[in-house]
Nanobody, 122 residues
Framework: QVQLVESGGGLVQAGGSLRLSCAAS????????MGWFRQAPGKEREFVAA????????TYADSVKGRFTIFRDNAKNTVYLQMKSLKPEDTAVYYC???????????????WGQGTQVTVSS
């Protein structure tokens, strides 16, 4: 079992930046792919970014490429999502997830955090 706790969400103006953190506990963090997903009101949960267990490979949704960066610190059992040039359409609840398969599909993840709200004002 892996427990995930996100933090760092909040209200920011368009063009601003935020860094989300996801602290993991339980099983060996470095054995898992980590991902970030988001869900806006009335929409499906969508993929944002993913990172391999070593941190050597990352994947991004087209909508966030060049603006968001995912990275991890296995010594701290934490994965981060650095977000810059935020847009109102980035407003959503952001979830981190851990899984053996990873990738851009929700099916690749077995454990989910409770989410953190990000609101971008125009």
């Amino acid at each position: 079992q892996v427990q995930l706790v996100e933090s760092g969400g909040g209200l920011v103006q368009a063009g601003g930046s935020l860094r989300l953190s996801c602290a993991a506990s339980g099983r060996t963090f470095s054995n898992y792919y980590m991902g970030w997903f988001r869900q806006a009101p009335g929409k499906e949960r969508e993929f944002v970014a993913a990172i391999s267990w070593s941190g050597g490979r990352t994947t991004y949704a087209d909508s966030v490429k060049g603006r968001f960066t995912i990275f991890r610190d296995n010594a701290k059992n934490t994965v981060y999502l650095q977000m810059k040039s935020l847009k109102p359409e980035d407003t959503a609840v952001y979830y981190c997830a851990a899984g053996r398969s990873g990738g851009s599909s929700r099916n690749g993840y077995d454990y989910w955090g409770q989410g953190t709200q990000v609101t971008v004002s125009s």
